[in-house]
């Protein structure tokens, strides 16, 4: 099993910056890509930005050079660095990990709310 812990979601102004964290524990297979979705209210969840243990990225393209995803593989961790926040980036963001062989499993975290006022 693996255990997804994020931390860092918050209130923050339109403009504003915030910092999410995601530690990963339990059996973390040695390939694997980790990354971020967002549910805002209403809507289904969507990937935001995603990272595979060698550093290759992808992000969706309403968060294109405002957010920036990296991992520390040694901690096994994964970050979400959000700058120009904007109200349409509300919602709750759950970290996600993908491994495995034959088949790929999905991890989710619990979720961090995010809240960006106007």
């Known amino acids: 099993q693996v255990q997804l812990v994020e931390s860092g979601g918050g209130l923050v102004q339109a403009g504003g910056s915030l910092r999410l964290s995601c530690a990963a524990s339990?059996?973390?297979?040695?390939?694997?890509?980790m990354g971020w979705y967002r549910q805002a209210p209403g809507k289904q969840r969507d990937v935001v930005a995603s990272?595979?243990?060698?550093?290759?990225?992808n992000y969706a393209d309403s968060v294109k050079g405002r957010f920036t995803i990296s991992r520390d593989n040694a901690k096994a961790t994964v970050y979400l660095q959000m700058n120009s926040l904007k109200p349409e980036d509300t919602g709750v963001y759950y970290c996600n990990l993908r491994q495995g062989y034959s088949q790929l499993y999905d991890y989710w975290g619990q979720g961090t709310p995010v809240t960006v006022s106007s």
């Open positions: 339990g059996s973390i297979f040695s390939l694997n890509t």
């Open positions: 990272i595979t243990r060698g550093g290759s990225t």
